[in-house]
């Protein structure tokens, strides 16, 4: 996570919010929840061996939850700057 995310107590995994606004801690659930997700989608990956359009399917996916992750990550931060 980010310095800013850090710096205002949003949260890394295992740690307590300091108090956060209950849209904040959606964006955080939803990050931390995709990012479990990306985890699963290479041993997915595997399993389809020798199918090509399966694997092709389980890497967009993937490849969406990354993006996914980062515009989530970019909403973190950017509450994180502009304040209470």
Not at 37 to 65: N, P
Not at 71 to 82: G, P
């Amino acid at each position: 996570m980010s310095a800013n995310v850090r710096e205002k107590g949003i949260s890394i995994p295992g740690e307590t919010l300091d108090i956060a606004a209950p849209y904040v801690i959606a964006l955080i659930r939803e990050r931390e929840r995709r990012l479990a997700e990306l985890r699963r989608y290479d041993r997915f990956i595997a399993q389809a061996a020798g199918r090509i359009s399966l694997q092709g399917f389980w890497r967009t996916l993937k490849r969406q939850d990354e993006d996914a992750i980062q515009r989530l990550t970019n909403w973190l931060d950017h509450e994180a700057a502009s304040g209470p």
